[in-house]
C-alpha cells in the first residue's frame, strides 16, 4: 500500500486538494465518485493511506510527503513550498509561487487529466493549463499573494465563494434546463445558501463573540506584557484578526497604539506562535514582519541567529514563528520590535 504525507493540526486548502490529485493517479490510486448531470467518475477502492504528521521519522516512511518536510524534490517524491528560496511557479505565463497544490498538479495533473477525459496530447496539454487558472487562486491564497494591486488588473481570479458556487449549481448550457430540472436545481442551491446562513448566525453566537472577549482582555493587559503596548498574549488560541483592528478602532480615541504582534499557544503542538499584525483585515502585508535574518529558517539554527533558546521556525514570508515555550515567543517578540 502506498503513503502519502502530510502535516497534522490544521489542514489548508493545498494539501486537502494535493492528497485528492494524488489519489487520481495511477500510483497514488483512491476512491470516490463526482457526478453531474449524465457525467459520473468512478474512482477505484482505496489503496493508499495518508499519514498526517511533522514527525520527519514518521515522514520518512511515507512513498511522497506535501506540504511539509522543506523539501521539493520530484525524485524524491517530497513536495514541500515553506522552505526559503522555494521561488518555483506553474510557468506558462503564470507567475504566482505554487503552494502543495499547484507543485502536484504541476507534476501529475497531466496524466490525471488524460486518465479522467481520455483527450488527445493536444487537448490535455491546454486542459491542463485552462484548468490551472482554478488552481492558481488556492497557491495565491495559501502563499499570501494579494489578488489586486491597483491600477492593474487582478493577478488571480478566484470564484469559489458563496455566489459562484451557487452559479455552477445550474445546468450547463448543453445539460437539460427544462422546469423542473432547474427548479430542483434551485432548491439545492435555496438547501445550499440556508445552510450557510445558518452555520454563520450560529458561528457568530457561539464562537465570534467569545473570541472578542477574549481580544478584549489582551488589549487592556497588554502594556502588562510589554511597555510599549505592541504586543497582544493570548493564554489560548482564538480568533482574533477580526476583533483586533475594530477594537483598535473603538479605541483610539483613548489609545492609538497599534499593536505588532500576537502571542498564543498552538493548539496541536503545544508549542507558542508569534504573528506579525497584518496591515488591514484583507492584507497579507504586516505592520512589521519578523526580522528577514530569521526568515526560513527553524530549530537550532534559528535560535542560534536569534540568541534565543527553543526556536521553532519562522515562516520564510516572516508572518509568523515559533517558539517551544511562553517566554522564549515573548523574547521573539521583544527583541523583532527592536530590529
Known amino acids: ?30 476512491a470516490g465518485a463526482h457526478a453531474r448531470g449524465s457525467s459520473t467518475f468512478s474512482f477505484p477502492k482505496i489503496t493508499t493511506e495518508v499519514k498526517r504528521s511533522r514527525d520527519t521519522v514518521v515522514l520518512d516512511t511515507c512513498d511522497i510527503v506535501v506540504d511539509v518536510g522543506a523539501v521539493y524534490d520530484e525524485s524524491r517524491q517530497r513536495f514541500d513550498h515553506h522552505q526559503r528560496g522555494f521561488q518555483e511557479v506553474f510557468g506558462y505565463g503564470f507567475t504566482t509561487k505554487l503552494s502543495s497544490a499547484g507543485l502536484i498538479y504541476k507534476h501529475f495533473g497531466k496524466e490525471i487529466i488524460a486518465s479522467k477525459t481520455g483527450a488527445e496530447s493536444e487537448k490535455v496539454h491546454q486542459l491542463w493549463l485552462k484548468v490551472y487558472k482554478f488552481i492558481e487562486a488556492i497557491d495565491a491564497v495559501d502563499n499570501g499573494v494579494s489578488q489586486y494591486s491597483s491600477p492593474d488588473p487582478p493577478k488571480y481570479c478566484n470564484r469559489t465563494d458563496l455566489s459562484n458556487r451557487v452559479s455552477w449549481l445550474n445546468p450547463s448550457w448543453n445539460e437539460p434546463a427544462d422546469a423542473q430540472t432547474v427548479d430542483s436545481l434551485f432548491a439545492k442551491a435555496s438547501q445550499l445558501t440556508g445552510e450557510e446562513f445558518l452555520g454563520r448566525l450560529m458561528y457568530y453566537a ?115 514563528g515559533g517558539n517551544k515555550t511562553r517566554q522564549g515567543a515573548l523574547s521573539l517578540a521583544k527583541l523583532a520590535l527592536t530590529m
Not at 502506498?2 to 493517479?25: P, S
Request: hydrophobic share 40%.
Open 1 to 30: 500500500m502506498q503513503t502519502i504525507g502530510t502535516h497534522n493540526g490544521t489542514f489548508h486548502c493545498d494539501e486537502a486538494l494535493a492528497v485528492f490529485l494524488l489519489r487520481l493517479t495511477g500510483t497514488y490510486r483512491g
Open 206 to 320: 457561539d464562537a465570534w463573540l467569545p473570541a472578542r472577549d477574549i481580544v478584549l482582555s489582551a488589549l487592556s493587559t497588554r502594556y502588562n506584557v510589554d511597555p510599549s503596548g505592541k504586543i497582544l498574549l493570548f493564554e489560548q488560541f482564538a480568533p482574533w484578526k477580526e476583533h483586533l483592528f475594530e477594537l483598535e478602532v473603538e479605541q483610539r480615541s483613548t489609545d492609538d497604539v497599534l499593536s505588532i504582534y500576537v502571542l498564543y499557544p498552538d493548539e496541536t503542538s503545544g508549542d507558542w506562535r508569534i504573528q506579525a499584525v497584518a496591515i488591514s483585515p484583507s492584507s497579507f502585508e504586516s505592520r512589521k514582519a519578523l526580522p528577514d535574518t530569521w526568515r526560513g529558517l527553524r530549530d537550532d539554527e534559528l535560535s542560534g541567529i536569534s540568541g534565543i533558546d527553543g526556536c521553532v521556525f519562522v515562516h520564510a514570508s516572516g508572518f509568523i
